[in-house]
């Protein structure tokens, strides 16, 4: 077990986990800002595209670049500036670092030296989605990229059929049809999705439907921006009556508004069994 003692008052210097904007820039926190101007150094995903907010706000703080070709050479470098006391905040291109962004390598290290680590609230694209898409949003899952590879990809989908959460993907414009169109193979062409796409531009855009609509809308239809994905969870309804003892698909249609009489007959017609037979196992005869 390790607990994090107060920051307040120790030698060692403090890992900021800085969330940046997701496309509007209006969304950036004082608090965020404020530890940026703070820092020694900031270590970016991309300087060039951090450099931008860091004009726009103002912020003269120097950067190192930090991403997935470099981290293990960045790392070593960051943790002797951190030993010696100072402040680093580190930031991805847009949202949350970690999330599908370089960061957790950097807090492990951090971690591991008991060096603090302090995460700012910020955006994050996929619970922004969620909350706005018409999905349930609890449970939620967060997956974000799929594998690329048809097999791989497959395989991942397959493992997440069973769940019955509401799913969040991330996914680039050109591979939405692709992707969608795996997805109706798995988890069934009627399943209610969501595509979301420049989230907080100007140019915002939800398209509500079922995975059979919305592939034929993409097939048609080539998106641009950066696109989230939705996909609810497996219901009760989505599971064959064929797995479900008769007795309990009684009971489903009459809590569905059904008369017991008419469910009853309704299971045996689509049951291929006797009235009788259903009769007397949902009243335990």
Do not use: W
Request: proline share 6%; net charge negative; glycine share 6%.
């Amino acid at each position: 077990m390790q607990r994090q003692k107060s920051y307040k008052h120790q030698e060692k210097g403090i890992l900021y986990l800085v969330p940046t904007p997701i496309g509007n820039l209006d969304d950036m926190t004082f608090r965020a800002v404020k530890i940026l101007k703070e820092a020694i150094v900031i270590a970016s995903e991309d300087t060039r595209n951090t450099q931008k907010l860091l004009n726009h706000f103002a912020i003269s703080t120097p950067q190192k670049s930090f991403h997935e070709h470099n981290y293990k050479e960045r790392i070593p470098q960051l943790i002797e500036r951190l030993e010696a006391g100072e402040m680093v905040a580190q930031v991805s291109d847009a949202g949350m670092p970690s999330i599908s962004d370089p960061g957790h390598e950097l807090v492990e290290a951090c971690l591991e030296l008991e060096i603090p680590v302090v995460a700012l609230p910020g955006p994050t694209a996929g619970l922004t989605a969620l909350i706005a898409s018409g999905l349930n949003p609890q449970p939620n899952l967060f997956y974000g990229f799929l594998p690329r590879k048809k097999n791989a990809q497959h395989e991942a989908l397959q493992a997440l059929e069973p769940q019955d959460a509401t799913m969040m993907f991330y996914e680039s414009p050109h591979r939405v049809h692709a992707t969608l169109s795996a997805m109706g193979e798995v988890f069934g062409a009627q399943r209610q999705a969501v595509i979301c796409r420049e989230l907080t531009k100007i140019h915002e855009e939800y398209l509500r439907g079922t995975l059979e609509e919305l592939i034929a809308y993409t097939k048609e239809t080539p998106l641009k921006g950066e696109c989230c994905l939705l996909v609810a969870g497996k219901q009760a309804s989505d599971i064959p009556l064929s797995t479900v003892p008769l007795k309990e698909q009684v009971a489903q249609l009459v809590a569905q508004g059904m008369k017991p009489n008419a469910a009853i007959k309704e299971v045996a017609k689509t049951m291929n069994e006797s009235r009788q037979v259903v009769y007397a196992l949902y009243h335990d005869l």
